[in-house]
């Protein structure tokens, strides 16, 4: 949901500035925006963000594209599958920026007031703010929102805002969040994130119900026409109450944002080729490598480019849902990871494109390296029996090959561990001690694995292990992974620079048997949610890190994953039909709201100006 978390007046901690304005422990600080990293890059006279361009002009349509259908419109509870873009009509109390790793700025909220000790949150909301409908946003708005996504949203939101005890309206434009006692940094921002909904509006409709019903919203833009399954446009709101606020300045360019759905990667290539939409990140490394040598491409009227960032790259991996029998064994998991050769698949399929992941917040100073600090050992020793002794020794480490493709040394090490397990190979199938066959399925969402998946299957073979691949409609992998029904699967996990309550949707008990939690391995460890709890109430960021640390080692050791890959570019493709600001965020890729449509550059490709 966000980037990175906000930096509050802790008790008798510190005393740390928060915008334009300083105060005691036991005062209540008011200001424009809160970072968890000491100022906000931007004061409170800022005009626009460095990465917009505020002369940036207004018009014309970007085509994405969208994977295989949607059922629903409202993109906030567990049922359906929510159209692309369904958000882009609201707006939340805040704004977080792409270029500091986790601020946020007022957007429906004027000015944001912390309470002393981190206790509570006030957001004053704007006089000018309206509904597409000309109905006042008001605290009661902001107040049933919160309550509802709470009873009625998915279960994200519960886990997410846990520490949140009570919110109600103090005056006529404000409301205020009250926290639990203890340090739990990171709440004043992120009540802010979530997107506020119109009370008057869903009064009399069924909230967690599918709906193909356009809803009303607040933001800038509007549902156009909608055909279901197969196409989404966005029209922008041409007397948005927003449009001239700082941080909106530069934003919100095109008059039209439209999504097509396609039913594969393949086909959706195709059709960027051919020009039936304009914007694809591309995420297979293949399809970078082959797919695009074309005569657009090296004409110019096609764009091939890639584009740093620095945002943490998280965790990929297959994932082992250890809530079946077959995964509950440790070293079992263990030993499966050597039959994954990432070498070869990188040198063959991926055209070396990729490292190695070895962290689930890899690509950032959270990661765990080396031993375990002081710190890190602080919290790790009363658990010491209970842990596995190699997570003392030094930082994970995935198995690993010479690429060339022959992978016996590392099946010879599986097989062997298996042994000592009390797995043995009984003809040619590979049995637990009870003798059960060690069999499972790989549960794929996308055609795109399979290439990827089968010479790990194979690999797996050779032990002894039959595992096979099972690729499902996107409706029916929703629904799976909402209900656990998986042996394995391939999950993606990205990660904040500051993690904090989205982590016990992730990994905690209390998620392991919730339906629709991100708790995908069904991790139920007392120590992981101790070290959660660690992450949470971190009272600064030398204590986060290594709290984090901690956690990630634990994890790793765990071995709940078998780790993929990961890259810190963005690989676009794109026609040359648009607008960009010079400057570039650090930790985002400003598209499409920074991103504007130039007609003079769309008028050389040769394709249907919008």
Same mark, same amino acid.
């Given at each position: 949901?966000?980037?990175?978390?906000?930096?509050?007046?802790?008790?008798?901690?510190?005393?740390?500035?928060?915008?334009?304005?300083?105060?005691?422990?036991?005062?209540?600080?008011?200001?424009?925006?809160?970072?968890?990293?000491?100022?906000?890059?931007?004061?409170?006279?800022?005009?626009?963000?460095?990465?917009?361009?505020?002369?940036?002009?207004?018009?014309?349509?970007?085509?994405?594209?969208?994977?295989?259908?949607?059922?629903?419109?409202?993109?906030?509870?567990?049922?359906?599958?929510?159209?692309?873009?369904?958000?882009?009509?609201?707006?939340?109390?805040?704004?977080?920026?792409?270029?500091?790793?986790?601020?946020?700025?007022?957007?429906?909220?004027?000015?944001?007031?912390?309470?002393?000790?981190?206790?509570?949150?006030?957001?004053?909301?704007?006089?000018?703010?309206?509904?597409?409908?000309?109905?006042?946003?008001?605290?009661?708005?902001?107040?049933?929102?919160?309550?509802?996504?709470?009873?009625?949203?998915?279960?994200?939101?519960?886990?997410?805002?846990?520490?949140?005890?009570?919110?109600?309206?103090?005056?006529?434009?404000?409301?205020?969040?009250?926290?639990?006692?203890?340090?739990?940094?990171?709440?004043?921002?992120?009540?802010?994130?979530?997107?506020?909904?119109?009370?008057?509006?869903?009064?009399?409709?069924?909230?967690?119900?599918?709906?193909?019903?356009?809803?009303?919203?607040?933001?800038?833009?509007?549902?156009?026409?909608?055909?279901?399954?197969?196409?989404?446009?966005?029209?922008?709101?041409?007397?948005?109450?927003?449009?001239?606020?700082?941080?909106?300045?530069?934003?919100?360019?095109?008059?039209?944002?439209?999504?097509?759905?396609?039913?594969?990667?393949?086909?959706?290539?195709?059709?960027?080729?051919?020009?039936?939409?304009?914007?694809?990140?591309?995420?297979?490394?293949?399809?970078?490598?082959?797919?695009?040598?074309?005569?657009?491409?090296?004409?110019?009227?096609?764009?091939?480019?890639?584009?740093?960032?620095?945002?943490?790259?998280?965790?990929?991996?297959?994932?082992?849902?250890?809530?079946?029998?077959?995964?509950?064994?440790?070293?079992?998991?263990?030993?499966?990871?050597?039959?994954?050769?990432?070498?070869?698949?990188?040198?063959?399929?991926?055209?070396?494109?990729?490292?190695?992941?070895?962290?689930?917040?890899?690509?950032?100073?959270?990661?765990?390296?080396?031993?375990?600090?002081?710190?890190?050992?602080?919290?790790?020793?009363?658990?010491?029996?209970?842990?596995?002794?190699?997570?003392?020794?030094?930082?994970?480490?995935?198995?690993?090959?010479?690429?060339?493709?022959?992978? =016996? &040394?590392?099946? +010879?090490? /599986? @097989?062997?561990?298996?042994?000592? !397990?009390?797995? $043995? #190979?009984?003809?040619?199938?590979?049995?637990?001690?009870?003798?059960?066959?060690?069999?499972?399925?790989?549960?794929?969402?996308?055609?795109?694995?399979?290439?990827?998946?089968?010479?790990?299957?194979?690999?797996?073979?050779?032990?002894?292990?039959?595992?096979?691949?099972?690729?499902?409609?996107?409706?029916?992998?929703?629904?799976?992974?909402?209900?656990?029904?998986?042996?394995?699967?391939?999950?993606?996990?990205?990660?904040?620079?500051?993690?904090?309550?989205?982590?016990?949707?992730?990994?905690?008990?209390?998620?392991?048997?919730?339906?629709?939690?991100?708790?995908?391995?069904?991790?139920?460890?007392?120590?992981?949610?101790?070290?959660?709890?660690?992450?949470? =109430? &971190?009272?600064? +960021?030398? /204590? @986060?890190?290594?709290?984090?640390? !901690?956690?990630? $080692? #634990?994890?790793?050791?765990?071995?709940?994953?078998?780790?993929?890959?990961?890259?810190?570019?963005?690989?676009?493709?794109?026609?040359?039909?648009?607008?960009?600001?010079?400057?570039?965020?650090?930790?985002?890729?400003?598209?499409?709201?920074?991103?504007?449509?130039?007609?003079?550059?769309?008028?050389?490709?040769?394709?249907?100006?919008?």
């Amino acid at each position: 949901m966000r980037s990175t978390l906000p930096r509050l007046c802790l008790g008798a901690l510190t005393c740390l500035l928060l915008g334009a304005f300083a105060a005691q422990a036991d005062d209540a600080v008011t200001t424009h925006a809160l970072s968890l990293f000491g100022e906000p890059k931007y004061d409170a006279a800022f005009t626009h963000f460095e990465y917009a361009n505020p002369a940036a002009p207004k018009g014309g349509t970007v085509r994405l594209s969208a994977d295989r259908t949607f059922d629903t419109l409202n993109p906030f509870t567990l049922k359906g599958i929510a159209g692309a873009g369904a958000a882009l009509i609201y707006d939340s109390l805040t704004y977080g920026t792409e270029d500091e790793p986790f601020s946020q700025y007022g957007l429906l909220a004027e000015t944001i007031t912390v309470g002393p000790d981190n206790g509570w949150v006030e957001y004053t909301i704007r006089r000018d703010a309206r509904w597409h409908d000309g109905v006042p946003i008001t605290p009661a708005d902001v107040v049933w929102t919160f309550n509802t996504l709470m009873t009625q949203g998915h279960p994200f939101y519960a886990k997410y805002y846990n520490d949140v005890t009570d919110v109600q309206e103090t005056g006529p434009r404000k409301v205020r969040f009250a926290f639990s006692p203890g340090v739990n940094r990171e709440l004043a921002l992120i009540v802010g994130e979530f997107d506020v909904l119109p009370k008057h509006y869903w009064e009399g409709r069924e909230f967690a119900a599918t709906t193909l019903e356009p809803p009303l919203g607040s933001g800038p833009y509007r549902f156009g026409v909608v055909d279901p399954g197969r196409s989404i446009v966005y029209e922008r709101v041409p007397d948005y109450w927003g449009r001239d606020l700082a941080v909106n300045m530069g934003r919100h360019n095109f008059d039209r944002i439209r999504y097509d759905y396609y039913r594969d990667a393949n086909v959706m290539i195709e059709a960027l080729k051919a020009g039936e939409y304009d914007f694809r990140a591309e995420n297979i490394a293949k399809e970078w490598a082959t797919a695009y040598d074309i005569e657009a491409v090296d004409e110019g009227l096609l764009v091939r480019r890639t584009v740093d960032h620095e945002l943490p790259t998280g965790m990929q991996g297959y994932v082992f849902n250890v809530r079946r029998k077959v995964f509950q064994n440790r070293t079992l998991r263990q030993a499966l990871a050597f039959a994954f050769d990432f070498e070869w698949t990188n040198r063959t399929l991926f055209y070396g494109q990729y490292d190695r992941t070895e962290s689930y917040f890899s690509n950032s100073e959270l990661a765990s390296r080396g031993e375990p600090s002081p710190d890190e050992l602080a919290l790790l020793e009363p658990h010491r029996a209970d842990l596995p002794t190699a997570l003392f020794e030094g930082a994970y480490q995935a198995p690993g090959t010479d690429g060339s493709g022959n992978n =016996r &040394a590392n099946l +010879r090490i /599986a @097989q062997r561990m298996l042994n000592e !397990a009390g797995y $043995r #190979v009984d003809g040619q199938s590979l049995v637990d001690p009870d003798g059960e066959p060690v069999a499972f399925e790989i549960l794929l969402g996308t055609p795109a694995f399979e290439r990827i998946t089968s010479p790990f299957v194979n690999s797996l073979e050779r032990l002894g292990v039959r595992a096979t691949i099972r690729i499902v409609d996107r409706a029916q992998y929703e629904n799976r992974l909402r209900e656990f029904d998986y042996d394995m699967m391939v999950m993606a996990r990205g990660q904040s620079f500051s993690p904090g309550n989205e982590q016990r949707d992730f990994w905690t008990s209390a998620a392991a048997n919730t339906p629709g939690s991100g708790n995908y391995p069904g991790i139920a460890d007392p120590i992981v949610d101790e070290l959660v709890d660690a992450v949470i =109430r &971190a009272p600064d +960021r030398t /204590a @986060q890190v290594s709290a984090t640390r !901690a956690l990630d $080692r #634990v994890l790793l050791h765990g071995h709940y994953v078998i780790p993929h890959w990961h890259i810190s570019k963005f690989r676009l493709i794109y026609w040359n039909r648009f607008g960009i600001p010079p400057v570039a965020p650090r930790y985002g890729l400003g598209f499409p709201s920074t991103w504007w449509y130039d007609a003079d550059l769309a008028s050389q490709d040769g394709m249907p100006a919008e």
